[in-house]
Every structure is written in C-alpha cells, then in structure tokens.
C-alpha cells in the first residue's frame, strides 16, 4: 500500500509494487487490524506438471482463503498457450495478512477487500503458471511421509505433542479419541520433490510440504504482514536442497492450529515465547526438518528407493473435478454479509442453478429490516488428483482431520497410492467443515437475535455455540455434500 512503499523497501531492498489501498487490513482474527510492516513477503509459488497427455498446475497462495469465482478468473487469464488441463490454487489460510475474503475491515460491516488487489493477486497467479509452463524441463519425482509426533512439547493440557492443536472438541470425539479426551488432529506431514539431472547429479526443483495447521503462530496482536511460520519452513528446505519450496496447508479445520503449543528453541533449550516470530521460525524450521529427514530417507537412507532409469515411463497423471457442488446456504450470517457487501460481491448465490443476487427481509419483526442475501446455495467444486504414488483431495473447506482421515483411505483404496495430500482450502473457501452428525445449528437457529444485538432474547440462550465453527460454517450441508463430491471425483481417476 502506499503508506507501507518504503517499508517495503528498506525490508527487502527491492522496489515496492504498490497493489493495494491504505490502509491494509489483516484477516483472520478481529475487525481493524491495520498492517504497519513487513516481515516477510507473501507469494504464489506453484509447479506445473506434464506426462504429456495431462498437465496439472498446482500453487499455492499466502492468503486467508480465495473465492471459487476468483479462482476461476485466474483459470481464464491463464495463456491458452500453456495448455493447462487442471488448475489447483490452494490458500495457505494465514492469518496475518490481506482480507481477500471481506469479514476483516474496519468493522463488522464494512469490507476489508480491495478489489485491486484481488485483480492484483488473479494476474499474479495467472502469471506464475504461464512462467511454469515456459519452463517445462524432465523431472523426478520423489513422495515421502512423516508423522508430526514430538514436535511440540505437550506442556500444556491442549497439546498432545503433535506439533498442532485442536482448539474444538465436538460432541462424540471423545470416543474417537479418549486417550486425548476428543482432541484430534492429522499427524501427517506429506512431502512432494521434483529433482532434474544436471550431470552425475540431482538438482531439486521444487519440494511442496503439506501438513494441517492455522498458519496463525502470531496471534491476534501482531500487525507486521507475514506468511507465518510456512515462511521460516521454506526458508529452511531452500537451505537444505536449493530449488523452490512450497507449503501446502491440509485439514486444518475445527481449529488445528499451533496457538495452544509449545516447542523447544534450540538456542535456549527452553520454549520458545509463544505469539513471537521466535516461535514461527522455530516451529516453521521443526516441521521442515521432519520432511527433510523424511524425503532424504527416501533418497538416501535406510529407505532408498531406486532412481528410475532414464527413458522410464513418466507417472501416471489424472485428476477429476465435480463442478459444480451446490450446497444450501443455512447460514444467516453468511447471508446477512453478502446482502451488504462484506463479502466477495463478486460472488453470486445461486437458486436452481441460476444466479441470483438477490435481496430481502425475511425475519419477522423486529427483526424485518435485518437483510439477506434470498439465493439458495453457493456452488463449489470438489477436486482429486493422481500423480504416480501421490494422489491429493481438493477441498474448498477447512476440513476436519476426522474427515480428513476418510478421505485420506479413500484416495489410497481407490488408485492404489502410497502418499496422500489434502489440499485444504482448495479453489474456493466456503468455511469450516465438520461431520453432519456433530453440526450445532443453534447459533444459525439464533442469527436474527445475534444479529439484532440480543442474543439472550433468543429461546436456546444460553445453550448456543457461536464459536468460529459454526458461525463460519455455511451449514449442515457441507460434509454430506463435498463428501459425496470428493469420492465421485476419486472414483473418476
């Protein structure tokens, strides 16, 4: 932003690309969080990949999360001459910089987007497939998976070690899990490299790492423009192999995320202060060293796996969209915000397939002059992907690991993988996803009270749930409907 150039400047000794409007507004926590620097900067890094009869274009975004009709723009700005077949832009969903989404401006009912930015950020993306796919060179492809146990210090009664939290128990999980009283999370930390021969020698392309956590170690308080602690995990597989790194966030949904953890710093041998970018780097470098001993077992270690041989058959590359996923918007809040602008007003709701934008009063008083957005679903899109022995589920969710599990099996049992990817946030963000059974409707059933400023007023008081997961939820709809989706496009491999 204009007040934020030299800044720029003086943090990364490059000219500044003046993108966005004053003042910045941060996304993922409260209302009115002004960016006042930068730490690092925020990317759209991506590969493409081509066996010849299918090229597939993966990247990944450092934003909040990105609207399906914006992913779609980006798809139409992509040059015809990259002849790309499939595009996956994924978001990262960090929670320290640009509101792309609009719930994070001045205050609850004025966006924090700037459509610039977006068109900004569409070109960007756009630009970096088309440089992908300039760039085509032969490549080997190596899968490793590593189980994020030990990486954080378990100090604390919501931290079982994993390296992630989760800040939401929902009804029944204790029985799923009781040695950790409810609290699940994915312990999967799966690793993509690319190598290219450069003589006797391997040269690493690029290494993508996929694990499921907020990207939200900061806090609420911070105001310097970040990527979070993905940052410092790039920055220390770049030191390692050389090439590109790209982070991928998973199933990070029902709040998995690193607030509630604590990890050793190596230079103090005690925990590193939480809510520090001390603690981003130290977390971020932890999880990259559990993928490098992961891909350099592979390739090097005890479970080294042959080199293919030159003139080997490139592996298989398919993928299956279903598009589009129409889900029934429930959520009153969601509506409450689209009707006046918060949101993306780029994005149409749809009624029978058609869209429609339109708006109306439908609460009895005094809750009539509350408007709504009257379409009655979004559309969404449900991906999967095979690439040789990994295969990954695109989701438009913040999807919970329980789920992610099934999905995870889902993409082995069907194509015969030996690692899986989520892409969480992929395509589109339409919220939280939780199992259809553990869905908590009362803080939808209570919106015009919320809405109106007396939740009390409302029957269900005081039993009503308005935490992020709900609240941010487009309803009970989601899971049985993106569910029936992502094993439509597995079974289409």
């Avoid at 982070?247 to 990070?252: I, P, T, V």
């Avoid at 559990?290 to 042959?306: L, M, S, W, Y």
């Avoid at 295969?391 to 919970?400: F, H, N, Q, S, W």
């Avoid at 993409?411 to 996803?433: P, R, W």
Wanted: proline share 7%; charged share 20%; aromatic share 8%.
């Amino acid at each position: 932003s204009p007040s934020l150039e030299s800044d720029y400047e003086a943090a990364f000794g490059a000219p500044a690309v003046v993108n966005h409007s004053d003042p910045i507004y941060m996304a993922g926590f409260g209302n009115g969080r002004e960016a006042t620097d930068y730490n690092d900067r925020l990317w759209a890094r991506g590969v493409v990949l081509d066996r010849g009869d299918s090229r597939v274009a993966i990247v990944s975004i450092d934003l909040i999360g990105y609207f399906k009709n914006e992913v779609d723009t980006i798809r139409e700005m992509v040059s015809p001459s990259s002849e790309i077949d499939f595009v996956l832009v994924s978001s990262t969903h960090q929670h320290e910089g640009p509101d792309t989404l609009g719930l994070w401006g001045p205050n609850e009912t004025t966006t924090g987007i700037d459509f610039d930015y977006l068109d900004f950020v569409n070109a960007t993306v756009a630009d970096c497939i088309d440089e992908a796919s300039a760039n085509l060179e032969k490549a080997r492809i190596y899968y490793a998976t590593a189980n994020s146990a030990g990486l954080s210090l378990g100090l604390s009664s919501e931290d079982d070690g994993f390296g992630v939290a989760d800040g939401k128990v929902l009804v029944g999980d204790d029985a799923l899990a009781p040695a950790t009283e409810g609290r699940i999370v994915d312990p999967t930390i799966a690793t993509m490299q690319l190598t290219a021969r450069k003589g006797s020698s391997l040269e690493v392309l690029a290494t993508l790492v996929n694990f499921g956590s907020h990207p939200e170690s900061l806090g609420s308080n911070n105001t310097l423009i970040t990527s979070d602690f993905p940052h410092y995990l790039r920055e220390r597989i770049e030191a390692e192999y050389g090439g590109l790194a790209i982070w991928m966030s998973g199933d990070l949904g029902v709040l998995q995320g690193p607030l509630d953890i604590d990890v050793e710093d190596p230079d103090t041998g005690m925990p590193a202060p939480r809510r520090t970018f001390r603690f981003a780097e130290v977390h971020g470098t932890q999880v990259a060293e559990r993928a490098i001993e992961a891909i350099d077992a592979v390739r090097f270690g005890k479970n080294k796996r042959p080199s293919p041989k030159n003139g080997a058959p490139a592996p298989e590359i398919s993928y299956a969209t279903v598009d589009p996923v129409a889900i029934r918007l429930d959520n009153p809040y969601f509506r409450f915000f689209t009707a006046i602008g918060v949101l993306d007003i780029r994005r149409s709701l749809f009624t029978n397939g058609v869209p429609d934008d339109s708006v109306g009063f439908p609460f009895p008083p005094p809750f009539n002059e509350i408007p709504q957005s009257l379409g009655e679903d979004i559309q969404t899109e449900v991906s999967a992907v095979r690439i040789g022995k990994g295969a990954i589920a695109v989701v438009p969710t913040e999807l919970d690991p329980q789920i992610g599990a099934t999905y995870r099996t889902a993409l082995v049992d069907a194509t015969g993988a030996e690692h899986s990817f989520i892409a969480g946030l992929g395509n589109d963000q339409i919220g939280y996803q939780v199992p259809f059974e553990k869905f908590d409707p009362s803080c939808q059933d209570c919106a015009p009270f919320v809405l109106g400023g007396v939740p009390q007023v409302c029957p269900l008081f005081p039993d009503i749930d308005c935490s992020t997961v709900f609240q941010n939820n487009v309803g009970e709809d989601v899971s049985p409907k993106v569910t029936d989706a992502i094993h439509e496009a597995i079974d289409g491999l």
